[in-house]
T-cell receptor
Framework: LAKTTQPISMDSYEGQEVNITCSHN???????ITWYQQFPSQGPRFIIQ???TKVTNEVASLFIPADRKSSTLSLPRVSLSDTAVYYC?????????????FGAGTRLAVHP | GAVVSQHPSWVICKSGTSVKIECRSL??????MFWYRQFPKQSLMLMAT?????????EQGVEKDKFLINHASLTLSTLTVTSAHPEDSSFYIC???????????FGAGSRLTVL
């Protein structure tokens, strides 16, 4: 099973850049790295996905080093509404179903 | 974008009754759907993988007879919690993946409270 490790919690202030790093030492060759955001009592929401190097979309950037054993989600200029739990996942293809196993996630608190 | 709808969003039932939760992919065909449960302040725990037209694959420790999963079409999977008890109270979330897709789309979740 591909396993991920993230900091349990982080604190930031409005307007700051937040970087959340995830380690996934056993990532498989075909696995993608995907980040989700979850608010209380809601389903996770897709943020960004990458395979290698850098990916950027309208809400975040994802940095992946060459060995792919870690990845960093970068949220530019966070606001109070970015307070949520952030999950890093890598594709798990055991059993052929390519299921995703959630780790503990990072609880981000953005303060005024 | 891909949308997954769950129904009901919340349900309260008496102990001993069965509850069915539906998960629908609204604008794509989902060959595979996943069911998760989440307790307060905890992460999502994968319960089972549902494949259209075949039996679901359950994770270790999840009772097959307790949590019945049916994936009868490419747009609908259902989870039935049979003979529900208070310890089954949880937040149940489904997700779906279209054919060849690398991204999972999640439903909004269904909160089950068993009295």
């Amino acid at each position: 099973l591909a396993k991920t490790t993230q900091p349990i919690s982080m604190d930031s202030y409005e307007g700051q850049e937040v970087n959340i790093t995830c380690s996934h030492n056993n990532i498989a060759t075909n696995d993608y790295i995907t980040w989700y955001q979850q608010f209380p009592s809601q389903g996770p929401r897709f943020i960004i996905q990458g395979y290698k190097t850098k990916v950027t979309n309208e809400v975040a950037s994802l940095f992946i080093p060459a060995d792919r054993k870690s990845s960093t989600l970068s949220l530019p200029r966070v606001s109070l509404s970015d307070t949520a739990v952030y999950y890093c996942l890598v594709g798990d293809s055991s059993g052929g179903y390519n299921k995703l196993i959630f780790g503990a996630g990072t609880r981000l608190a953005v303060h005024p | 974008g891909a949308v997954v709808s769950q129904h009901p969003s919340w349900v309260i039932c008496k102990s001993g009754t069965s509850v069915k939760i539906e998960c629908r992919s609204l604008d794509f065909q989902a060959t595979t759907m996943f069911w998760y449960r989440q307790f307060p302040k905890q992460s999502l725990m994968l319960m089972a993988t549902s494949n259209e037209g075949s039996k679901a694959t359950y994770e270790q420790g999840v009772e097959k007879d307790k949590f019945l999963i049916n994936h009868a079409s490419l747009t609908l999977s259902t989870l039935t919690v049979t003979s529900a008890h208070p310890e089954d109270s949880s937040f149940y979330i489904c997700s779906a993946r279209g054919a060849g897709a690398n991204v999972l789309t999640f439903g909004a979740g269904s909160r089950l409270t068993v009295l």
